[in-house]
Every structure is written in C-alpha cells, then in structure tokens.
C-alpha cells in the first residue's frame, strides 16, 4: 500500500504563486513517477506534470502551463515532489490530485487551488 498526501493549496490572487508539495510514503520499493492532475467543474480532467524517478520518462510539464508551472524532487525527502505555481490565473482554478506510479497508480485525496481575479 502506498499513502499519497498533497499539502500547499488555498486561495491566491492571479498572478500569484503556490506551492503544492506531495509525500509518498508506506511500501514504497520503486516509484517510476510522481505527478499531479487536476480537475474543475466542467473541464476534462488534465494531468499537469509528472517528475521521472527512472531514467525511463522525462520531467513533463503540461502545455497549458508551461512556463509557469515547474516540478521538482525535494531534496529533503526522496519521496515528495513539490509543484511551484507561478503567474497563476483563474483557469488555474481547481481540485489538484497528485499521483504516484508504482506497479499501479495511488491517489491522493486532492487539494484544492482557488484563484481570484
């Protein structure tokens, strides 16, 4: 079993900034990649980035917010990745899940980023 928690979002103004961080933790052996999707009312579920834990994949970042939008391992926990939101706008708005690939995908529960214009 693999835990997923998401921690970072809230409110923020557009073209402001905020950093979600994701932890993986319990059986955890060989995570292949950590990522984040995002989902609104009305909008397809998209998937933002991932970050490669293999040298199997690249880093991806998702064309709607590429250029504002980077991930990153932390570097002092092997098992999190952070999301940093830069130039945020109201279609930023949303449910952010992360995820973890190993053998299957776990799920966090999700965090929710709020921008105002």
């Known amino acids: 079993q693999v835990q997923v928690a998401e921690s970072g979002g809230g409110l923020v103004q557009s073209g402001g900034s905020l950093r979600l961080s994701c932890e993986a933790s319990?059986?955890?052996?060989?995570?292949?990649?950590m990522g984040w999707y995002r989902e609104s009312p009305g909008k397809q579920r998209e998937l933002v980035a991932w970050f490669p834990f293999s040298e199997e994949t690249t880093i991806y970042i998702g064309n709607s917010v590429k250029g504002r939008f980077t991930i990153s391992k932390e570097n002092n926990n092997k098992n999190a990745v952070s999301l940093q939101m830069n130039n945020l706008r109201r279609e930023d708005t949303a449910v952010y899940y992360c995820f973890v690939d190993q053998e299957t995908r776990w799920w966090g529960k999700g965090t929710l980023v709020t921008v105002s214009s």
């Open positions: 319990g059986t955890i052996f060989n995570i292949g990649k």
